[in-house]
């Protein structure tokens, strides 16, 4: 499938905002695909379907985790979560996308997970850093993305946690998880 058919089945996908926000998660997860020389087309497929199920109903998703194979411990934490293991199975059923590496690229980006491979830390990233997003820590997970991807995702996950925590939200086990891997695996890298 080429970028411009991906982009018009997920354009129906998303409002014109998301839409928007896709293209440049694309844009950047291509920039890193290729500063890190990692499969551009695989990184390309996964980050334009990133949020192919961003915003299906919540009920919908529900029953979707229910009466699947996916983690239903998933139900337990914030709907925001879901769009990402949800996706990816809808991404195969309704899509027809097979690759693996796509669909865990998809499926990660919401959580992250210790042993990432190149394509879910770059879409994972991609979708942290694009350029209109703005929040405190992200400068240097920016630049670190571009020296260390373990490193940026560490940074990222860092992030995501204490946001998590100081809205005493819950945080979801593969988050920790992954924060754990990424901090032990980046000790002493600055």
Not at 4 to 18: D, P
Not at 70 to 84: A, F, I, M, N, S
């Amino acid at each position: 499938m080429n970028r411009q058919s991906a982009l018009e089945i997920v354009k129906k996908q998303l409002n014109q905002s998301r839409y928007e926000h896709t293209i440049r998660v694309t844009d950047v997860a291509l920039k890193l695909a290729e500063h890190y020389q990692v499969d551009q087309k695989k990184v390309e497929m996964a980050a334009i379907f990133h949020d192919y199920a961003k915003y299906r109903d919540k009920s919908e998703m529900q029953r979707i985790i229910t009466y699947s194979n996916l983690p239903k411990d998933l139900l337990g934490y914030h709907p925001e979560l879901w769009h990402g293991p949800v996706g990816a199975m809808l991404v195969r059923q309704e899509v027809g996308i097979e690759d693996a590496e796509v669909l865990n690229g998809i499926y990660w980006h919401t959580t992250g997970k210790v042993h990432m491979s190149m394509i879910e830390k770059i879409v994972f990233l991609a979708d942290y850093i694009e350029p209109e997003r703005d929040f405190p820590g992200l400068d240097e997970v920016r630049k670190q993305a571009w020296q260390n991807l373990d490193k940026a995702c560490f940074l990222a996950l860092q992030n995501i946690i204490s946001f998590l925590a100081g809205r005493q939200q819950l945080i979801y086990p593969d988050t920790v998880h992954a924060y754990n891997y990424f901090n032990t695996k980046t000790r002493g890298v600055d």
